[in-house]
């Protein structure tokens, strides 16, 4: 995409972290925006910053992980501007605890939004985009997790590396039939957001997700500075947004694992 002024942009977990950095980076580019978010108060408050600032904004309560919802999103996105141009589907939520220890209904919970919710948000969104025939692009948010697992943290890796493979296929499809519209993976390291303190509100057998350390971690980013990166690669059309060049070496020892040495590379 070249054209953003005046064209629409669904964010789902829009409300805060690095999904309201995204529609920040979006309105600054005068593009009228879509907030997706769980019900809750901070839906409301941060569409009401944007108003404020004069941004044009829908704020939509939406589970991704409920199809009927996304369903409502994506008619709701349509009635209010016509149709999309960009979507994000960004929402996510994690636990921590051995895979043994994990519930059956923490699983669904987590697969639900953070795999099965991108599922829904392309199927909601993607045919009518196709059929008005514009430019346009999906990004997915995945996560280093998704090439590089690590303990206590499998329905998040699971879900992630999902994410990864449903991109790859989308983009790969989208260019094989010469379509207008693109795709993205991004593939965040550590990002200074409330996922941890957000799930830890929502799991559903209050199974305990760490919180985030105290202070700045070496190679920490903002949520802007990610935001700034989503941008970029959509208007260069950049498949993989990878935004810690240290995960490069990981992925490379995971290579390495699978074709030479037959080990797992973990990340601890």
Same mark, same amino acid.
């Given at each position: 995409m070249k054209e953003f002024k005046g064209r629409v942009a669904v964010v789902t977990g829009g409300a805060s972290g690095l999904g309201y950095a995204?529609?920040?980076?979006? @309105?600054?580019?005068?593009?009228? /925006?879509v907030m997706a978010d769980i019900?809750?108060?901070?839906?409301?408050?941060?569409?009401a910053?944007?108003?404020?600032? =004069?941004?044009?904004?829908?704020?939509?309560?939406?589970? +991704?992980?409920?199809?009927?919802?996304?369903?409502?999103?994506?008619?709701? #996105?349509k009635k209010a501007f016509g149709g999309v141009h960009i979507v994000c589907n960004n929402a996510g939520v994690r636990t921590m605890t051995r895979i043994w220890e994990?519930? &059956?209904? !923490?699983?669904?919970?987590? +697969?639900? +939004? !953070?795999?099965? =919710?991108?599922i829904h948000g392309v199927r909601a969104f993607l045919p009518d985009m196709l059929a008005r025939g514009e430019p346009g692009h999906i990004v997915n948010t995945a996560s280093? @997790?998704?090439? /590089?697992?690590?303990?206590? %943290?499998?329905?998040?890796?699971? *879900?992630? *590396?999902?994410?990864? @493979?449903?991109?790859?296929?989308?983009? %790969?499809?989208?260019?094989?039939d010469k379509l207008p519209v693109s795709a993205s993976v991004l593939c965040p390291g550590t990002v200074r957001t409330n996922l941890r303190e957000n799930s830890n509100k929502l799991v559903p057998s209050g199974a305990p997700v760490a919180s985030h350390p105290q202070g700045k971690l070496p190679d920490e980013l903002t949520?802007?500075?990610?935001?700034?990166?989503?941008?970029? #690669?959509?208007?260069? !059309?950049?498949?993989? /947004?990878?935004?810690?060049?240290?995960?490069?070496? !990981? &992925?490379?020892?995971? #290579?390495?694992? &699978?074709?030479?040495? =037959?080990? +797992?590379? *973990?990340? %601890?």
């Open positions: 995204m529609c920040e980076r979006f @309105a600054r580019e005068g593009m009228r /925006i019900k809750g108060p901070h839906l409301e408050a941060s569409a910053r944007l108003r404020a600032a =004069g941004v044009e904004v829908l704020a939509v309560a939406c589970d +991704v992980s409920k199809w009927e919802e996304v369903q409502a999103l994506a008619a709701a #996105a994990t519930s &059956i209904e !923490d699983w669904r919970w987590v +697969v639900g +939004v !953070d795999l099965w =919710g991108v280093t @997790a998704g090439f /590089i697992t690590a303990r206590m %943290n499998a329905p998040y890796s699971v *879900s992630k *590396s999902g994410v990864i @493979a449903l991109s790859e296929t989308l983009y %790969n499809e989208l260019r094989h949520p802007e500075q990610v935001a700034e990166m989503v941008f970029d #690669a959509i208007r260069n !059309d950049r498949f993989w /947004i990878l935004t810690h060049p240290s995960v490069h070496a !990981d &992925i490379e020892r995971r #290579a390495e694992g &699978i074709i030479k040495t =037959g080990k +797992v590379a *973990s990340a %601890n």
